[in-house]
Every structure is written in structure tokens, then in C-alpha cells.
């Protein structure tokens, strides 16, 4: 069974950091692009970033380029998100989903994590 | 960026009729070198991650019931629930992931 698991979000002042994981099991880690989506609080879907399978892509929303940085760890089936120069409106839960096909970054997602939320206040 | 515009904001159908969502993008969502769109759909219940239901446009994804199919091509898709049921009353997404950044419609409220 395919299961991600997030952890690392919290309670942040505006301009801190914070730094997201998603542990990977239940299928070849290494085989799929994986991708983190938020969604504000009663609010709708919103893509952040995208990696692909061997790292050698990366892409962002345009609101977090230069702020939040993507990454994977494919020894430990991990996908990390590094949050920086916080604001309040990436309060969110953060989801991270993976791609449905192998070796592509072009897909839907077939599979999400619970999420964990992330919240900027003073 | 591809817009992604679903109509209706929120719709309430009786149980066992059919609910029927759009989703128009900005632009072509449809690559011809596979003649695919592009063209995800998804169930969302509150307290719940999203799970995919369509994909290409109108491949059900495994372990979806067959009340729910897409259709579309091009910018304009519709996601078609045929006869409702009650656990089908959710928020529903139209996901393209054509041209980056992947881009999500506002959602659709379905109610009974």
C-alpha cells in the first residue's frame, strides 16, 4: 500500500523557516516525480513544486521561487520542502502527492499525504 | 499561466440524479503529438487529502465507480456523476498538468 507521511509544519513567525518532509513507502520512491500542493485555510488547491524522480528537475509556483527550495533524499525515501522568508499567506496545509506514472513529471497525482498544516503569525 | 474556471461554484442535486460539473482552461490543454489532455479530476472531503477520479480527461482511476466519468477536449472538460449518491458530496477539482505551473480550478460544492 502506497502511503506518504508529512511532518514538520507549525507555528511560525512571518520571515522564519520552516522545513517539511514526506516519508515515501509501499512503492519505488526513486521511480516517480513528487510534488508539494497547499490549500489555505477553506480555500482551494495550489500547486508549490515539483521534483522529478532523480532530482535533476526542479519547479516552482512563481509566489515561493527564491523562498522555498524542493528536494529528495531517494536512499531514505524522503521528499523535503525548505521554507524560507515566511509569510502569512503560506499559511496552509501542505500536501505532497505523487505523480500516477513512472519517469514523468507530466501526470495527475495518484496519491497524497494527510498534510501538515504551516501557520505564519506574528 | 492556464486558467482554470469550473462552473458551477457549488450545485445541489437529489440522490440518484446526475450532477454535472465544467472546467474551461485558459488555453489548450491538449497535446497532439499523443492527442491527450492534460486533464485531472479530483474528490475532496473535508478533513481529506483530494483523490484522483479521472485523469487523461477520462480514465477512471482504479477503484473509482463507473457513475463517474469525463469527458472533453481542447479547454472545455466536464466531470459527470451520473446517478448521485450520498457519499458523493464533496468538493470536486479540475487538476491541468499540461504546461507548468500545474494549475487547479476553484472547485465545485456538490450538495444533495
New interface residues.
Partial sequence: EVQLVESGGGLVQPGGSLRLSCVASGFTFSSYSMNWVRQAPGKGLEWVANIKQDGSEKHYVDSVKGRFTISRDNAKNSLFLQMDSLRAEDTAVYYCARVRAVVTLYDAFDNWGQGTMVTISP | DIVMTQSPDSLAVSLGERATINCKSSQSVLYSSNNNN?L?W?Q?KPG?????LI??TSAR?SGVPDRFSGSGSGTDFTLTISSLQAEDVAVY?C?Q??S????????TRVEI
Fill in positions: 492534460y485531472g479530483y475532496q481529506h487529502p483530494p483523490k484522483l485523469y487523461w482511476q477539482y487538476h498538468y499540461y507548468l505551473p500545474w494549475t487547479f480550478g476553484q472547485g
